[in-house]
């Protein structure tokens, strides 16, 4: 095959420094903001801090600050327009989110970054890797689907779900084994898939994991013997290797997060619509240093030059912080207007809503209401609740509406707090009930809507009466 000289046109996006920036400071928590703006504070002379008040880009003393270049003094509104700000979870970004990690035992969230740190994953990999790791609950199962944590990704990275499942395989074989599972039978069937082919009762264990795990669950021995079809011993041999795996493997874990929930946004009812305010104490004050600015026209062209980086750095950060509150004003207000009716009446009037949904109304990107709505809370006057809350999937009614998924976890929970407690309702009459006021919602999915939310099977449920 010849050898020849090819010219190719490719377009990629770039990330200006200021973006980039952006991303990061929409995505932390309140606490974790606190802590990265003390951090700047501490290494940019140029910044000072007032109080607890607002953060506002408007300060007199800017206006007579020399001017930089138009790219470092980039507004808000023009990164609100160019607003597909991509995801930060890049292999460029571990140590930062290594380093962000405060708590004072280590979290499976930790551990599993600190493997995959120190693990050849190319760039892509890692990004999936950080991508799945956040979407651990605290029993290290996986709580979002794949194509959530695809949908998470895009749009600056495109992957397919077998790419996802390709670096899933490789983090459910780290340490804890079994972790970023499905549920506990998938976790049991990592862990036997690991230990060495000559484990006693090792291939019994498989296939009880397999197809009679919840034999064992409900403690049917003589039902799971003659469905494993070996003896007494083997059999025993077989449920002693199970019992002996740990089914959370996120449990030995010190998975709590010690922060204390402050509304970044106040629902406040206004007529009769609602009123969405920033919370004044969300974020220090931050004003550029008078004293650094003045030395910035009087120092030699070295030390002006040290201080100009300084300051093109502060205007990033002030521009940023004024950008972080006007995404997540912006999303919130659109959430208090497709949720008024669960303000106004409660949990059986949620709407159903997806992140694309408000993405079209603002003007965001998916990936953006995602990070604006993380870890971000609400007051309301039914109690604080993180904005994603009010996202849910919805349910087909009877007569070909739709019902979020919310709303129909709370009108099970009402028809259980009415039941008889001696007589409980079982998932398939529930169902039942649900069908008559016009939900159309299939036993099984009753059942897992059921334990969403910590009610019991019926037998759970039950209370025998008292004998006099």
């Not at 910044?47 to 980039?74: A, F, W, Y």
């Not at 571990?94 to 962000?100: A, N």
């Not at 009716?341 to 079209?360: H, S």
Request: proline letters at 4%.
């Amino acid at each position: 095959m010849a050898q020849r000289l090819e010219l190719k046109l490719k377009q990629q996006l770039s990330l200006s420094p200021q973006l980039q920036q952006a991303i990061k400071l929409l995505q932390l928590g309140r606490l974790e903001l606190r802590d990265y703006i003390q951090d700047v504070i501490d290494s940019n002379p140029l910044l000072e801090q007032e109080g607890e008040d607002v953060i506002s880009g408007d300060n007199k003393t800017d206006e007579e600050i020399p001017s930089t270049d138009q790219l470092d003094q980039l507004s808000a509104d023009e990164w609100l327009k160019n607003n597909d700000l991509p995801s930060q979870s890049s292999a460029d970004n571990r140590e930062y989110i290594l380093d962000s990690q405060t708590d004072a035992g280590e979290s499976l969230q930790d551990h599993l970054l600190w493997q995959i740190n120190l693990t050849s994953f190319s760039q892509i990999d890692a990004t999936i890797a950080h991508a799945i790791v956040f979407a651990l609950d605290d029993d290290g199962y996986l709580a979002d689907s794949l194509a959530e944590i695809r949908q998470s990704m895009l749009p600056e990275l495109a992957v397919s779900e077998a790419e996802i499942v390709a670096v899933l395989r490789r983090i459910q074989r780290m340490e804890p084994v079994g972790v970023a599972c499905a549920g506990p039978a998938e976790c049991i069937r990592v862990q036997l898939s690991v230990l060495p082919k000559d484990t006693p009762g090792r291939a019994v264990a498989m296939l009880l994991a397999r197809d009679f795990l919840h034999l064992l669950a409900a403690n049917n021995r003589n039902e799971l013997l003659k469905k494993l079809a070996v003896d007494a011993e083997q059999a025993e041999q077989a449920i002693e290797l199970i019992q002996s795996l740990e089914p959370r493997p996120g449990s030995r874990y010190d998975n709590r997060r010690d922060e204390y929930i402050v509304p970044d946004v106040y629902f406040l009812p206004d007529g009769n619509g609602w009123r969405v305010s920033l919370n004044p104490d969300n974020e220090p004050q931050l004003r550029l240093n008078t004293y650094y600015i003045s030395l910035l026209r009087s120092e030699g062209k070295q030390e002006s030059q040290y201080l100009q980086g300084h300051l093109r750095d502060a205007r990033w950060l002030i521009n940023s912080l004024l950008l972080r509150n006007r995404s997540i004003m912006l999303v919130a207000e659109a959430i208090a207007r497709h949720q008024a009716a669960f303000l106004n009446q409660g949990e059986e009037f949620m709407q159903p809503l997806v992140l694309r949904e408000i993405a079209a109304e603002t003007g965001l990107h998916e990936s953006t209401v995602s990070r604006a709505t993380t870890r971000k809370y609400a007051l309301t006057p039914r109690g604080i609740f993180e904005l994603k809350y009010f996202f849910s999937s919805h349910v087909k009614t009877l007569n070909g509406m739709e019902v979020s998924a919310v709303a129909v976890k709370a009108m099970i929970a009402r028809i259980i707090d009415s039941e008889d407690t001696s007589k409980p309702f079982s998932d398939q009459k529930l169902a039942d009930l649900l069908h008559l006021q016009g939900i159309g919602i299939a036993r099984r999915t009753v059942a897992k809507y059921r334990e969403s939310i910590g009610l019991g099977s019926s037998s759970q449920r039950r209370v025998k009466p008292a004998i006099l």
